[in-house]
């Protein structure tokens, strides 16, 4: 059981940093370093296999879980030592992935741009550009089944083979919509990110904060709840207004709707 639980728990840190660095060009508009990502991953894989494998055997030699200090004598200190140097790979592994992010986004200005699709990928995220316009999407997808962006570049011909039949540039939104509408901004959301922290960690150390979060969190999702989705005096900066002004202007103006048509 305790292996399963370190192969979890090292492959869920792996894959977390493997996420970032896959949808890092979606987020930021550039990539990250391939070469310091690869020092990353390899120093970090080394790290967590020296830091948990030797465990295993400490526990075998009857060494406790959870204990901060140990006589010597029991044969615990070669393997302590591999965990220990093997936390600081992590930690070497961290300070990597931050010097990656630094140095990429120095270096980004000097660089191609990603573009929408950088990894030719699958799902909806890499047909609008990169990084994410803040409407999304300029026309909602129509979504007809799994891996539809994928369909949307290739298709099988007569002989069953795969074939693009549309580029990325061809195919891609260009995030140059207007008047798309947005609700409003709205800081709930953060309050709510807020207590939810708070009851997990009161559950663990003290029931009185973990009441605080939880009044915290009713309140904020309350208030949420009842907030306007339109607030006419919130700054959405979407372009909404010219999209406004355009319908009253052809309301007001017959001869320009005319004209439209």
Known sequence: ???FHYVIFGGAVLGLFAGLYFWWPKIWGHFLS???GNWNFWVMLVGFNLTFGPMHILGLQGMSRRIDTYARGYGFEFWNMAATIGSFLIALG??????????SKRDAPHLPPPGPDPWDGRTLEWSIP???PEHNFDTVPQVHGRDEWWHTKYAENDEGRVVRVATVEEAAQTGEATGVHLPSPSFWPLAVAVGLPLIGYGLIFN?????IGALLTIASLY????EPVDDP????DHHDEDHHEESDQT?????AEGDQR
């Open 1 to 3: 059981m305790a292996h």
């Open 34 to 36: 391939e070469r310091l």
């Open 94 to 103: 961290v300070l990597l992935f931050i010097w990656n992010v630094v140095k």
């Open 130 to 132: 990169s990084p994410v």
């Open 207 to 211: 029931l009185w904060l973990a009441l």
């Open 223 to 226: 208030s949420w709840a009842l």
């Open 233 to 236: 005096d919130a700054a959405h």
């Open 251 to 255: 309301e007001s103006d017959p001869d």
